[in-house]
């Protein structure tokens, strides 16, 4: 049975643990959605999580804007 650690995460999980304001990483969001040509993230009610690997994505739009 193989067990994983990563949860998903909120835009303001990923800010707290980067150490980075929320509407930065909106901004590295939106970037990453734009070079993958979809959007990322699902919603359970009005709130919006994001798989592990999207948050990857996010942050490699981080380097991309650097």
Do not use: C
Request: charged share 35%.
């Amino acid at each position: 049975m193989a067990t994983t650690t990563e949860v998903d995460l909120l835009i303001k999980d990923i800010a707290d643990r980067i150490q980075m304001h929320p509407r930065t990483v909106n901004l590295w969001r939106s970037t990453a959605e734009q070079r993958l040509g979809k959007p990322l993230g699902y919603k359970v009610g009005k709130v919006t999580y994001f798989k592990p690997d999207e948050v990857r994505e996010i942050l490699k739009a981080r380097e991309a804007r650097n």
